[in-house]
Each structure stands twice: as C-alpha cells, then as structure tokens.
C-alpha cells in the first residue's frame, strides 16, 4: 500500500497529514485482509454514474455533522433518518462525511446511511466523503458499505491519482475526481476520470464561485458526468450548472439545516 499526497498551501494541508496519521494506526489495527472479509458478504457497489444518468439534473445530498470553518451544526441528526428524508426528496445518492477529527463523522455514520439507501425500492449509491490519500482506504470504504469515493486532485501526486483512480475501479468503487481549475481538469482527465466534480469553493480563500463550474464544465468530454459542488442553494444556481453542462449538484450544510429536507430536496429541483 503507497500513501502519496502533496502540499497545497490551504487548510487540505492539516487535514491530510491528520487523516495519513490516523489511517496509519488503523492499518496496524485491522489488515487489509480482515476489511477484505468483511466486504464478502456485501451487496456489489452501484453505480454512481448510473444513478446520476436516470435524469437531466440529479442531486447528491450529504449527511455531515459539522465543517472546520462552522463547526458542528446546531441541528439534532441522525444518518439513517437524515438518508430516508433525501430519498423522499429525490436525492439521486447520499453523500457521508466519515472524516472525524475535522467533520465529526464515523464510518458508523455511512454504514447506517448504506442500510437505507441499499433498502430503496430504487437502491441508490453512497459516496464515501473523506480525504482518500491510502488504498487502505478505499477497502475501508467497500467494507463499511460505500459505492463510491472521493480523490481530491489538489491533495495527489499525479501517480497516486492514477494508482488510486485505477485501484478503486479494481474494487468495484466509483470514483468522483474533484477539480478546481484547468490544472487539475487535465489531471483528473488523464487519470481517466469518468465522473469529475467541480468544486466551486478556492481552497485558499474560500470564496465560492459557480463561475468556475461554468468556465470548467464546457472543457470537459460529454461523456464524462459533471457535478457541480458548493455554493449551489436554490433551483436558479442548479440552472446555472445545468446549463453549464453538469448532470448533478452535490449539496450539504443547506440540506442539513433544513427544517424539512425532503421539501429541500424537491425544492431545490423545482419537484412538487
């Protein structure tokens, strides 16, 4: 197992050596070959790409408990409520931050939120939210329930974005590449990125710009599915990634602290 990741210059930094700390003991906890039995007798990985092509405009809804700029949300939750409440909005998949020190999330959280979206009449992927820097992780994820991961391209080498990218394709996993300029879109590209996320938010100043999905997206092969990430609130800026050439938006804080998310959901889609 190779753990390669770079320094950005932004808050990733902290985050990453953290997250390279902490999968370093859990390795030397469970081996790769316990999580590998544990995954046997789990249901095969859904695709993410398919279940973001079933319409024009999906949404990937997340389920996270607190953020390092706001810390934790003053609202009660609790993942398997939370996952229900987004499927009866229409949510396309669930999104589950499992990183703890930095979001207070648990792979616990994402396996109780895999119940429910594997139990749908429709069972719809879960995408593992954390900083993914180890192949360990990528079996934690397949062991814990999820469908999909997230490879940051800002925090990877080039050989490890293409080293995980192919391992977590290896497994089953579908894996969204996250970018946040023409940099990294020809990095996740040349990884072979079939799904690529365009995170609006600049890791360095935190300002958040729809603009970049719309400079980004038309950049991108048609038949590579775009999400657009951050700052998406209301149906007008779902427009604005639609038309941007984005097949879905992945959406959080607005979600959680809604008082009745499935209407947030709907709402957000313009669904009655």
């Given at each position: 197992?190779?753990?390669?990741?770079?320094?950005?210059?932004?808050?990733?930094?902290?985050?990453?050596?953290?997250?390279?700390?902490?999968?370093?003991?859990?390795?030397?906890?469970?081996?790769?070959?316990?999580?590998?039995?544990?995954?046997?007798?789990?249901?095969?990985?859904?695709?993410?790409?398919h279940a973001l092509s079933r319409s024009t405009m999906s949404v990937i809804a997340e389920f996270k408990r607190a953020s390092p700029s706001k810390g934790r949300f003053p609202v009660e939750m609790e993942p398997g409520e939370v996952a229900t409440e987004y499927f009866a909005g229409g949510a396309a998949a669930i999104s589950v931050l499992t990183d703890e020190p930095f979001f207070q999330g648990s792979m616990d959280d994402l396996s109780?939120?895999?119940?429910?979206?594997?139990?749908?009449?429709?069972p719809a992927p879960v995408l593992r939210k954390d900083f993914v820097v180890d192949e360990y992780q990528l079996h934690e994820a397949l062991a814990i329930g999820a469908d999909?991961?997230?490879?940051?391209?800002?925090a990877l080498e080039q050989g490890s974005l293409v080293r995980l990218h192919r391992a977590a394709q290896d497994l089953g996993l579908s894996a969204l590449v996250e970018v946040h300029d023409e940099t990294e879109l020809d990095r996740?590209?040349?990884?072979g990125a079939e799904l690529i996320g365009i995170n609006n938010r600049d890791l360095r100043t935190f300002t958040v710009d729809l603009g970049v999905t719309e400079r980004?997206?038309?950049?991108?092969?048609?038949?590579?599915?775009?999400?657009?990430?951050?700052?998406?609130?209301?149906?007008?800026?779902?427009e604005r990634m639609?038309?941007?050439?984005?097949?879905?938006?992945?959406?959080g804080e607005s979600f959680i602290v809604a008082p009745d998310r499935a209407a947030a959901v709907r709402s957000l889609l313009r669904q009655s």
């Open positions: 197992m190779t753990q390669a990741f770079v320094e950005t210059g932004t808050v990733l930094d902290r985050i990453l050596w953290r997250t390279a700390s902490d999968v370093a003991i859990r390795k030397s906890a469970t081996p790769v070959a316990e999580l590998e039995m544990r995954a046997r007798d789990r249901r095969a990985p859904i695709s993410l790409a109780v939120a895999a119940h429910v979206a594997h139990s749908n009449p429709v999909a991961v997230l490879l940051i391209v800002a996740a590209l040349g990884a980004l997206a038309p950049e991108i092969p048609s038949e590579v599915i775009v999400v657009g990430e951050s700052g998406i609130f209301t149906p007008g800026d779902v639609r038309a941007a050439g984005a097949r879905a938006v992945l959406v």
